[in-house]
């Protein structure tokens, strides 16, 4: 059974920045994509950004380029958000999930474990 458990969340000044983690347990990654998306009260769940577990390829949201970034540790099983220049409007809840990288797609159905989530609020 896929586990993801994020951290790093917390409370930052606009133009700051926060590292999110995501550990990842249950199974082996290869063949997988995780992902973060979030979710700000009133609205739907958006897609952040994505990883391929196989090769490293990213995606990340036009609303997040140049500012976020994502990586991962193979050897920590763990998957991190880089968040640089954090604006009030990042302020979410984000969660990491995870796909098979063949089912491609970014939204939230096309995920199919997801993490509790970890609040990030940036104040103004």
């Known amino acids: 059974q896929v586990q993801l458990v994020e951290s790093g969340g917390g409370l930052v000044q606009a133009g700051g920045s926060l590292r999110l983690s995501c550990a990842a347990s249950?199974?082996?990654?290869?063949?997988?994509?995780l992902g973060w998306f979030r979710q700000a009260p009133g609205k739907e769940r958006e897609f952040v950004a994505s990883?391929?577990?196989?090769?490293?390829?990213?995606y990340v949201a036009d609303s997040a380029q140049g500012r976020f970034a994502m990586s991962r540790d193979n050897a920590k099983n763990t998957v991190y958000l880089q968040m640089n220049s954090l604006k009030p409007e990042d302020s979410a809840v984000y969660y990491c999930?995870?796909?098979?990288?063949?089912?491609?797609?970014?939204?939230?159905?096309?995920?199919?474990?997801w993490g509790q989530g970890t609040q990030v609020t940036v104040s103004s």
């Open positions: 990883i391929e577990w196989n090769g490293g390829r990213t």
């Open positions: 249950g199974r082996t990654f290869s063949g997988y994509t």
């Open positions: 999930a995870s796909r098979l990288t063949y089912s491609r797609g970014s939204r939230p159905s096309d995920f199919s474990s």
